[in-house]
């Protein structure tokens, strides 16, 4: 059997170049997804085209349809809002479980991925500190020590994905999320469970109030 990293890889490509088009407007909503003219586009297979398809129905931004294709879905500013209700709530939760079942261990890699993250801030790389972003927020979420809230975190933060990445593209929002992490690694050393779960409350809830930006855009791409 022929390994599928490389084609994984090529979904992840295909799937980020999409979003970032679906962002800048350049499709708008309703618009069909040409699998044959992406593939070619990008020197791909139809496989992994299909494959970036389905990762982005997961965060709502692809709508599929039976015989008809892939369609570009621009998500409305009620249902972002309170896709990011839900996921602070999670987080808290996560949060304050995890401040009473946090190991060492798993404190100095939280600290470990804020020292990567204020690498990336220095270089004003987005996009690497989205990543360290990522792997911070599952590892509160594994140290809650609750598998099935995990998992459910897991699933929304796939879902919100494209756009908690696109805020931190906002001017001075790395550096305000990097505060907003050692504020919760803070909380969860002193096991302070009500510090833990607002702190990490807070930074969710600023993230889907920086999308009035993100919905105005929408709005301009869509007209």
């Known amino acids: 059997m022929e390994p599928t990293a490389p ?5 992840d490509r295909v799937a980020a170049a999409l979003e970032g088009l679906i962002f800048d407007g350049v499709f708008s909503d309703g618009d069909r997804l040409d699998e044959v003219r992406i593939a070619e586009q990008y020197g791909v297979s139809r496989t992994p085209v299909r494959e970036a398809f389905q990762r982005l129905a997961q965060s709502g ?3 599929q349809l039976p ?3 892939a369609f570009v879905r621009q998500p409305g500013p009620i249902e972002l809002i309170e896709m990011f209700e839900v996921m602070a709530e999670l987080e808290a939760a996560a949060a304050r ?3 009473g079942r946090i190991t060492d261990e798993a ?3 939280l600290k470990d991925l804020n020292r990567r993250s204020d690498d990336a801030v220095r270089e004003r ?3 690497r500190y989205y ?13 809650s020590g609750n598998g099935f809230l995990e998992r459910e975190c897991l699933r929304l933060q796939r879902r919100l994905r494209p756009f908690r990445r696109r805020q931190l593209r906002l001017r001075g929002r790395l550096r305000q999320s990097l505060g907003e992490h050692r504020a919760i690694v803070a909380a969860l050393e002193d096991g ?3 510090a833990a779960a607002d702190a990490i409350r807070a930074h969710v809830t600023v993230q889907g109030e920086k999308f009035h930006h993100l919905i105005a855009s929408l709005r301009q791409a869509a007209e």
Request: aromatic share 6%.
């Open 7 to 11: 084609q994984d890889t090529q979904a």
């Open 61 to 63: 931004l692809v709508r």
């Open 67 to 69: 015989r008809r294709g």
């Open 97 to 99: 479980l995890a401040a």
């Open 107 to 109: 404190l100095d890699l």
């Open 125 to 127: 790389d987005a996009d």
């Open 131 to 143: 990543d360290e972003n990522e792997r911070f927020h599952a590892a509160v979420y594994a140290q």
């Open 192 to 194: 302070d469970a009500t």
